[in-house]
């Protein structure tokens, strides 16, 4: 089992920008950002492969263009770099892993392909 602490959320203004950082303890396949806002289901926002040397990054729809994942492989670290923000964005964000293996990337959108998730950080964005 890995173990996953993010920092970075906090609350800006529309229009401006977040850096969310995730420490992965040990190796990884993949790794994700969700967010789940209040009534919601937890959604899939951007993941990408950590393991290996294919490059592989995906990102949601309504997050294309303005959220970049990115890696620090020295550090095991996962960055979801956020700008544009919009209130719609309001939500807590938990990063995820994949500790175990390779899983098809049809999986990996959902929450069910990790296995190892944080304790989430909150980001709000105002109006």
């Known amino acids: 089992q890995v173990q996953l602490v993010e920092s970075g959320g906090g609350s800006v203004q529309a229009g401006g920008s977040l850096r969310l950082s995730c420490t992965a303890s040990?190796?990884?396949?993949?790794m994700g950002w969700f967010r789940q806002a209040p009534g919601k289901e937890r959604e899939g926002v951007a993941h990408m492969r950590t393991g290996g040397d294919i490059t592989y990054r995906y990102y949601a729809d309504s997050v294309k263009g303005r959220f970049t994942i990115s890696q620090d492989n020295a550090k095991n670290m996962v960055y979801l770099q956020m700008n544009s923000l919009t209130p719609e964005d309001t939500a807590m964000y938990y990063c995820?892993?994949?500790?175990?293996?390779?899983?098809?990337?049809?999986?990996?959108?959902?929450?069910?392909?990790?296995?190892?998730w944080g304790q989430g950080t909150q980001v709000t964005v105002s109006s």
């Open positions: 040990g190796y990884t396949y993949y």
């Open positions: 995820a892993a994949q500790s175990r293996g390779w899983r098809p990337t049809e999986y990996l959108a959902r929450p069910e392909g990790y296995t190892d």
